[in-house]
């Protein structure tokens, strides 16, 4: 099933990211996380794609085993820097082969050395994608506060444009904190002629550590009622675990209760997170 039909439908769902492993000994223990994650029937699965394109055979092996074992629509991450054309056409068509309908189009990390590169932004891999097969629902990525290299809002938006016009289907968010600045970036978008579907990411933070790691990689704002909330139960890992559920869940009722009908939870490969989320909101989901 393609992501944008389940969008397109009129009921609160929920969909979880996993990642695969950085090596083969460690793929049994991500395949059992998969395994367990799928058990919960979420909307739909997506599945990272290594820096590099590193672990991009075990990306779409998972993305097979979501589909086809456990019967969840699944979304491959696929990223363009840091590889050629006929790379790139490779994964397309392996992704295809594989019957998932739904990609990911990613950038990704810029390689640290001065290699030549076939593509500079994710607008090209969408060009790309909807060349080789139209038929693909493609999703992209979109930053509720602002790119990190973007100079400001104004110029993410007008690149964000770009990116749907080049057929994008539908958009998900970078991490946030505070939902105000999800509603805020909303009103922006609609008032410019973006219209396609956004799904808000969550990232439930569960251990302080995490919270460090979460500013440098999105630079996203920290409410004040969050900061509280590590300064009270962060030296507790069980407290600290709890309330982290307690405020991914809250964002996520917030978020229902004005209009989203879908919420990408980034699960961290931890199903007894992604469970206790969704048991959470067991009425509200009616699972």
Do not use: W
Request: include cysteine.
């Amino acid at each position: 099933m393609k992501i944008i039909d389940l969008l397109k439908k009129d009921t609160l769902s929920i969909s979880f990211e996993v990642f695969p492993p950085k090596t083969d000994s460690s793929f049994d223990s991500v395949a059992n996380a998969v395994k367990e994650i799928a058990k919960l029937k979420p909307a739909f699965m997506s599945v990272t794609y290594g820096a590099g394109g590193g672990t991009s055979a075990y990306t779409l092996e998972i993305a097979k085993q979501i589909k086809q074992k456990y019967d969840v629509p699944s979304l491959a991450h696929l990223t363009c820097v840091s590889s050629t054309k006929d790379t790139v056409h490779k994964r397309i068509e392996d992704i295809k082969n594989a019957g998932i309908q739904n990609i990911m189009a990613l950038r990704g990390d810029i390689p640290e050395d001065n290699t030549l590169q076939d593509y500079h932004h994710a607008i090209e891999l969408v060009h790309e994608i909807k060349s080789i097969d139209p038929n693909f629902c493609i999703g992209g990525a979109c930053y509720p506060e602002i790119h990190p290299e973007s100079a400001n809002q104004k110029e993410d938006i007008k690149y964000l444009i770009e990116k749907v016009d080049a057929g994008c289907d539908f958009l998900t968010t970078q991490m946030f904190f505070d939902n105000n600045l999800l509603y805020n970036f909303l009103y922006k978008i609609r008032e410019v002629g973006i219209t396609v579907p956004i799904i808000p990411g969550i990232m439930p933070i569960t251990n302080a550590n995490q919270l460090d790691r979460a500013i440098k990689l999105s630079g996203s704002f920290m409410p004040q009622r969050f900061k509280c909330l590590v300064d009270k139960f962060g030296n507790d890992p069980l407290a600290m675990k709890q309330a982290g559920i307690a405020y991914a869940t809250d964002q996520i009722i917030d978020l229902y209760a004005n209009g989203i009908t879908n919420v990408h939870v980034y699960s961290m490969n931890k199903p007894d997170i992604a469970s206790a989320i969704q048991n959470n909101l067991s009425d509200i989901l009616g699972k």
